[in-house]
């Protein structure tokens, strides 16, 4: 029923797209083209230099890792506020804000669908259990936490157009995320070195320490690093990719760039930990491993995976279209809840 | 109008009152104490072990400064929420909570008065032009920003039992607030070394690296650092002092330390910087100074100072009961003009 106005609730960490990196900014970025594109009447909450299709209402400037003026803190209660003053317009908001847009939910008649994008601490659970019979979406089976009221699991999705298949593996293993332990840098060089096959790493540094201490000292002609990466910068991986590693050392929420990776037709070996078995099939669009032996030894069936069944699998489940239907299906839920609600 | 509800939002840095250091927390509890005196019906959303004669409202078990497990962002977001998500059950909320509370202010139809108890960053300014036409009251005239809708200003009040007059002075110069380069604990060295005079500095460490380069390495037996003090610790200095230093590098808000220590019948010597001329009478409950030179000679004349004339300027002007009937004339200010704007 794309009569219904939605507000999407976006973060103002990053510019919403994204330039570079900015999972959350992404994904809220496209429910929101992909509901422009099926007619709905869409507000975006996000900062002023966003891009969209939808009406944008801003009351922050930029977004806060990108301008160091910006004090976080005062971004995020001037603009999840600023969204809920204006509840009264929509017939839903959807939040990707995390446990600090729940704290307003109940001084607004309008209902909020809350996607979990992950928790971040076990500190900020009090909130979500204060709230848990709001409305939750969570972004894979795995990262489900008990008790809330859960309508769907609806996967990321990646506008394919952004990352064409490309038909022919190169020579490339690539690692593509944040420079942080928890996505096992140290561990895809360990890889790397005993496949003698290069690696090029690209990320933002999340943990300096660890860049430091554990990426660092092994940079050379085969372990290379270049830094966070645009689309093209993705796309020009991918064209060199042989697979991509990502061997994550806590369970995955998601993964968007294991989908982005399948849809250029890249193998992804995965640890085998939280989403990863949701977004990979072992054996069809990667292989899921316990160990560096284990990765190491998928490396040398790499030649096996069906490049072509890799893009399949991510126009199926894991597209913007098949993301923004089933957002349709759970906003549905939602109206015929609140209609039920008031009869 | 005492069968009016009030509702009062302390912050979650501390219990409320504090045992030792927690400005904010104190004036609160203050406020909160002297209108249950009076007849009020209050609410006290603060921490669980806050201690009140009010109805205590917490959702917060211990002050997040007090408890390191504790995420202070959730904290503040629970705590403000849930006094918000009450509005209903009250006539006024009286926030003490800074920015953060505003952004909730135009969700609810109960009026909002907001005590600032001080501007902590131009980066927090944009919350206050937004919200700029709620009820806000300066703790002192100079403190305030251009452009809010002031109904008063309140000088914050002490309650004058826990510190009773000493009727003669003692050898020690004290002083007593956070270590920190505002509050000139290095200038307060400096007079004592010129004074020859000793020099007793009590607080909290609120800059590690100030205290290491500039207390420190000064301190001997003129110069004693005793870590933070609680009432009975301030009356201990009290009852032993010649003076208190406030020589604060940028201008004071208020300066309740500077009130505590008058009604002692201890003078202060006080850099003539925003609010210490309100405060501090000069040449009658102490010296406004501008420099360490004019503090030094200020020393000189410190016997001058009536100490029964300092009590009694805290009685008149700086007292919980002076201070609450001041914000009763405030609140039944804001019951006037809400029953306007119905009308």
Redesign the interface.
């Known amino acids: 029923m794309p009569s219904k106005r939605i507000a999407v609730l976006s973060p103002v960490a990053w510019r919403t797209p994204p330039r570079q990196y900015g999972a959350w900014e992404t994904v809220a970025s496209n429910i929101t083209e992909g509901l422009v594109a099926r007619g709905w009447d869409v507000t975006l909450f996000a900062t002023a230099n966003s891009r969209t299709r939808a009406r944008l209402h801003a ?1 922050v400037e930029r977004g806060y890792e990108e301008d160091s ?3 976080p ?2 971004s995020e ?2 603009h ?2 600023e969204a ?2 204006h509840a009264g317009e929509f017939d839903l908001i959807h939040s990707h804000y995390d ?2 847009a729940l ?2 939910t ?3 008649n309008t209902p909020v669908l809350t996607t979990i994008h992950g928790f971040s ?1 076990p ?2 659970m ?2 979500y259990e ?1 709230y848990r019979n709001g409305y939750f979406v969570s972004i894979s089976d795995s990262d489900r936490a008990p008790g809330l009221n859960y309508l769907a699991t609806v996967y990321n999705g990646i506008n394919l157009k952004l990352y064409p298949l490309r038909k022919s593996a190169g020579d490339d293993l690539i690692f593509l995320g944040r420079i942080h332990p928890d996505k096992g840098v140290h561990l895809a060089i360990e890889v790397a070195r005993r496949s003698k096959m290069p690696l090029v790493i690209a990320g933002i540094i999340q943990d300096e320490t660890y860049f430091r201490e554990q990426v660092t000292p092994h940079l050379d002609r085969q372990i290379r690093f270049i830094g966070p990466v645009d689309v093209k910068g993705k796309n020009q991986l991918f064209a060199n990719a042989r697979a991509l590693l990502h061997l994550n050392t806590i369970p995955e929420r998601f993964g968007l760039v294991l989908a982005e990776a399948n849809a250029a037709g890249v193998p992804v070996v995965a640890m085998d930990l939280g989403s990863c078995r949701e977004v990979i099939q072992d054996g069809k669009t990667g292989f899921l491993v316990g160990s560096v032996e284990e990765a190491v030894r998928a490396l040398d069936r790499i030649g096996e995976i069906d490049r072509r069944a890799c893009r399949q699998r991510v126009e199926q489940c894991f597209s913007v279209e098949t993301m923004v239907a089933a957002y349709e299906r759970v906003y549905n839920t939602i109206f015929e809840l609140q209609a039920q609600k008031v009869a």
């Open positions: 009351v003026s910006i004090d803190k005062v209660y001037l999840i506020s809920f003053e446990f600090m704290t307003y109940r001084l607004v601490s500190r900020i009090p909130v204060k």
